[in-house]
Every structure is written in structure tokens, then in C-alpha cells.
């Protein structure tokens, strides 16, 4: 069981970047792969990128065109999503997530997958 509460959102200019944070709560934060997607209105949960239990495997969605980075510190239950060169159309709230899994499964970018979401940061980004 583990309790995720995403920060870091806010209005940022074209080009420019941003740290989300995933502060997570409960027990065994080293146990569980992570992940982040976001969300627009109208549209379904868009998988963004996914990280292991050690932080040493890694994927991501093919249309970022490499422009973020995903992390984590297990000694201090945290994982972030480094942002850079941001563009419109990365505008959403973000969401992490959390799965109990012992490697990133094949069908990482599957929503259905994850046992624990939380409540999203919204990320604005002005032309």
C-alpha cells in the first residue's frame, strides 16, 4: 500500500522547463515501478514515462522527442519528472502512479496496470 501525492505544476513559457515531484507514502516505496502520464480534457490518460524499482531502467513515450527525464530517490520515497523544452501541446495534468512489480512489464504504458494513482499536478504551458 502506498499513498502518492504529485507537485511541482504550474504555468511555464514555451521552451521552458519544470520539476515534478511524487511524494509517496506507506510502506515499501523501493517495492513498487512507477510511472507518470497526463491527461487533457476530453481525451484518455496519456502514458508519458516509466521507471524501475532501482531507477536504473527507464522508457519513455516515443513523442517526447527525448525532452523529459524520469527519476527516483528511494531513501526519500520520492520520483520526478524532469521537463524541458516544453511545447503546448504538453499541457495537461500529470499524474504518477505506482505498481507492485519486481521489473517495468512489457505493456508498461497500459493505465489498467497500475494500482495506485495520485491526484495530478496541472502543467500550463503559454505560446
Known amino acids: 500500500q502506498v499513498q502518492l501525492l504529485e507537485s511541482g505544476g504550474e504555468q511555464v513559457q514555451t521552451g521552458g522547463s519544470l520539476r515534478l515531484s511524487c511524494a509517496a507514502s506507506?510502506?515499501?516505496?523501493?517495492?513498487?515501478?512507477m510511472a507518470w502520464f497526463r491527461q487533457t480534457p476530453g481525451e484518455e490518460r496519456e502514458f508519458v514515462a516509466t521507471?524501475?524499482?532501482?531507477?536504473?531502467?527507464?522508457h519513455y513515450a516515443d513523442s517526447l522527442e527525448n525532452r523529459f527525464t524520469v527519476s527516483r530517490d528511494n531513501a526519500k520515497n520520492m520520483a520526478y519528472l524532469q521537463m524541458d523544452s516544453l511545447k503546448p501541446e504538453d499541457m495537461a495534468v500529470y499524474y504518477c502512479?505506482?505498481?507492485?512489480?519486481?521489473?517495468?512489464?512489457?505493456?508498461?504504458?497500459?493505465?489498467?496496470?497500475?494500482?495506485?494513482w495520485g491526484q495530478g499536478t496541472q502543467v500550463t504551458v503559454s505560446s
Open positions: 502512479a505506482a505498481r507492485w512489480s519486481a521489473s517495468i512489464p512489457g505493456n508498461y504504458a497500459d493505465v489498467d496496470l497500475y494500482d495506485f
Open positions: 506507506g510502506r515499501a516505496f523501493g517495492d513498487y515501478t
Open positions: 521507471i524501475s524499482r532501482g531507477g536504473l531502467s527507464t
